[in-house]
């Protein structure tokens, strides 16, 4: 019986306003398995908070628990499976060792703009074309926050890329395959920062 690829675990991450979702669809990268569907926490809280009707902070915490249950449940049944998420905390490091311990490969795509304003600014742009709000402290937060927990699931990923989605066209700017984090000519200082810890922890 011939042997079949490992399962794996698909973390699409990066600040609120980063372009994670668009980004995921239209990079032409082979490895980042587009059969497999990616769990978008906002899309699914808004949906639970509509069908239950709960307030929002109340479909919100549904959602994340319903999402890391599913996503156990998943690694556990050795099936392959994705998260969309900002990152900000370390709540999914236990999904990684897990999925590691039970045989999987991590893969990692990391998207962020050059300036955290522009953030700001894409949220304020996705709002007014009809698409949900968060607060600009939270944005600022989490941003930190996330670029904070960047080093950790890169030095874990099997596989990571990192885009800069500044501009047009998302720029990949970072690179892991093989336990070797490559940089481009002209990364973001943040990816800079965050690769040196790698490397020094």
């Known amino acids: 019986m011939p042997k079949t690829d490992p399962p794996y675990l698909l973390i699409v991450a990066g600040p609120n306003g980063s372009g994670k979702s668009s980004v995921y669809q239209g990079a032409d990268i082979e490895a980042f398995g587009r059969s497999v ?19 929002p902070r109340d479909g ?30 370390p709540k999914y490091r236990r999904l990684v060792e897990l999925a590691k311990g039970l045989g999987f490969q991590v893969r990692l795509i990391y998207v962020l703009l050059d300036t955290v304003q522009r953030n700001v600014e894409r949220v304020r742009l996705r709002v007014r074309k009809g698409g949900h709000a968060v ?8 941003h930190a926050r996330s670029l904070e927990q960047l080093p950790w699931f890169l030095a874990e990923a099997d596989q990571a890329w990192v885009f800069d989605n500044s501009s047009a066209s998302p720029r990949l700017i970072a690179s892991k395959e093989d336990g070797v984090v490559t940089l481009d000519k002209r990364p973001l200082p943040d990816i800079v920062e965050a690769v040196a810890k790698i490397r020094t922890e």
């Open 37 to 55: 569907w990616i769990i978008n926490p906002d899309l699914l809280a808004a949906r639970i908070s509509e069908v239950e009707n709960l307030a």
């Open 135 to 142: 607060a600009e402290a939270d944005i600022l937060k989490r």
């Open 60 to 89: 919100n915490l549904a959602a994340v628990q319903r999402i890391e249950a599913w996503l156990e449940a998943s690694i556990r049944a050795h099936q392959t499976v994705g998260v969309e998420t900002v990152l900000s905390t």
